[in-house]
C-alpha cells in the first residue's frame, strides 16, 4: 500500500523484531509500514499457515523477498508460502476495506 493510499495517517516505522523481543533501533532492524499492518502485527514474531497449522516466522521485509511470498490479484493478497501465508492472515490484509483500496489503486 503506497503512503499516498492513506494520507491522513502517516505510515509508522515499526521493529521488525519488537523491543519486546530485544530488537533495537538499528535501522537494518526497521520498517516502514501502514498503521494497519503495524496494529495487526503488534510483537508477533511468528504466526498460523492457515493452510497447515504450522508456526511460521513471519515474512521479513529486510530479509525475504515480496514477490517470492505474495501476489496481489484482483486486490487481494495472496500468500504463496507458509510465510506468505501466515502475514497475510496475521495482518489481515485482505480486509475488505484495505481489497477495495488495493482495487480503486490499481
Ligand atoms: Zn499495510
Known sequence: MPQQATPLIAFHIEHIV??????TDDP????L???RCNAYKGPNLSSV???TGE???LFNPRVDVWRSHFA??????LGLTPAGRATARLLNMNAARRVELRQALT
Do not use: K
Open 72 to 77: 496481489v490479484r484482483d486486490g487481494y493478497v
Open 28 to 31: 537494518g532492524g526497521l520498517a
Open 18 to 23: 519488537s523491543r519486546q523481543h530485544r530488537g
Open 49 to 51: 499457515d492457515p493452510e
Open 33 to 35: 509500514a501502514c498503521d
Open 55 to 57: 508456526v511460521i516466522a
